[in-house]
């Protein structure tokens, strides 16, 4: 995160509040991405018997960590409590599938037993040292203030070999309308976004070990900017940092960087790019480092190539 742009933690939770219930019907992205990270956990050997998910949102992954993990407690964590609200009404929900409509009547209660809510901040867990074996968090990381924070109370709260697995936006992201945006102002409308290798650096501050970070480039098309916008506000999406300017942005303002956008275009469409960083690291008592005292990273070379959705 830019030191000069401060992320505001309240407008950040108000504006996930207010999309919650529309969120589901635009977060496409989010979606495909968070299938994507729960199909990297077939590469790893764990069995974890208590599970955050941090930044759960609606609950999207939640019902896959549960389908994978059936004997895992979730604790499914979110800034925003309607949010939350609606993840509860999506795990209850799921009940009878998951369940497969037997033992109903002899187990305990699946909501009391398997999986918990809770409001509350990725920087200031309030969750006991040492109590969790899996953190999973889908696209949240970008709304932290401080990344070293989220780290650190990740590194705290995970247990001893516990697998923390993640993804974030990178700096690509949105790139279309930052530039259009660009040639309007000097403010921040788009969220800055750190750098994968930075994002690293961070893993390694806090004490993680065997980082492995890797990047995919997505696309979604719009007929024009203004349905960019919308979906970007729907989905509780806004600028909510300290650069953002004041009052309204005057129509004025906007069609001149709707003109901008418009150099984009092809074939009838206006792109939208998605950086996304995917990244894993481990938690354990035995710091392995190299001679030079630094621990390894391992960097998975971008694909170099554009996922259209």
């Known amino acids: 995160m830019h030191p000069e742009?401060?992320?505001?933690?309240?407008?950040?939770?108000?504006?996930?509040?207010?999309?919650?219930?529309?969120?589901d019907e635009v977060a496409i992205l989010q979606r495909r991405v968070g299938e994507q990270l729960l199909e990297r956990l077939d590469l790893v050997k764990l069995s974890p018997a208590v599970i955050l998910d941090a930044g759960t949102g609606t609950g999207l992954?939640?019902?896959?960590?549960?389908?994978?993990y059936g004997e895992a407690r979730l604790i499914a964590l979110d800034l925003a409590p309607e949010m939350l609200h609606r993840a509860q009404q999506r795990l209850k929900g799921s009940l009878p599938q998951m369940l497969g409509g037997i033992l109903k009547t002899v187990w305990p209660p699946f909501?009391?037993?398997y999986y918990h809510f809770v409001c509350?901040?990725?920087?200031?867990?309030?969750?006991?040292n040492q109590s969790v074996d899996l953190i999973f968090s889908?696209?949240?990381?970008?709304?932290?203030?401080?990344?070293?924070?989220?780290?650190?109370?990740?590194?705290?709260?995970?247990?001893?070999?516990?697998?923390?697995?993640?993804?974030?936006?990178?700096?690509?992201?949105?790139?279309?309308?930052?530039?259009?945006?660009?040639?309007?102002?000097?403010?921040?409308?788009?969220?800055?976004?750190m750098d994968m290798h930075d994002i690293g650096d961070g893993?390694?501050?806090?004490?993680?070990?065997?980082?492995?970070?890797?990047?995919?480039?997505?696309?979604?098309?719009?007929?024009?900017?203004?349905?960019?916008?919308?979906?970007?506000?729907?989905?509780?999406?806004?600028?909510?940092?300290?650069?953002?300017?004041?009052?309204?942005?005057?129509?004025?303002?906007?069609?001149?960087?709707?003109?901008?956008?418009e150099t984009w275009r092809e074939g009838g469409q206006l792109p939208a790019s998605f950086e996304v960083?995917?990244?894993?690291?481990?938690?354990?008592?035995?710091?392995?480092?190299?001679?030079?005292?630094?621990?390894?990273?391992?960097f998975h070379a971008p694909k170099g190539r554009s996922k259209n959705i």
């Open 61 to 68: 992954q939640a019902e896959g960590l549960l389908n994978r």
């Open 5 to 23: 742009y401060g992320i505001d933690k309240r407008r950040v939770a108000n504006a996930f509040n207010r999309a919650a219930a529309h969120y």
């Open 111 to 113: 909501h009391r037993r």
């Open 203 to 261: 893993l390694v501050r806090a004490r993680f070990i065997k980082p492995v970070m890797d990047v995919e480039r997505y696309t979604l098309t719009y007929p024009d900017v203004y349905k960019l916008m919308g979906d970007l506000k729907r989905l509780g999406a806004q600028t909510v940092g300290s650069g953002r300017p004041g009052g309204l942005t005057g129509k004025a303002r906007q069609r001149k960087m709707a003109q901008s956008y």
């Open 138 to 193: 889908n696209l949240t990381l970008q709304w932290c203030s401080a990344l070293d924070a989220a780290f650190a109370e990740f590194q705290r709260v995970l247990k001893p070999g516990g697998l923390l697995t993640f993804t974030t936006f990178g700096p690509d992201t949105l790139k279309e309308l930052r530039a259009a945006w660009s040639e309007v102002d000097a403010y921040w409308h788009v969220n800055p976004f």
């Open 277 to 298: 960083v995917y990244g894993h690291a481990w938690k354990t008592t035995l710091q392995r480092h190299t001679p030079e005292g630094a621990v390894p990273i391992s």
């Open 120 to 128: 509350g901040d990725a920087e200031g867990l309030p969750l006991a």
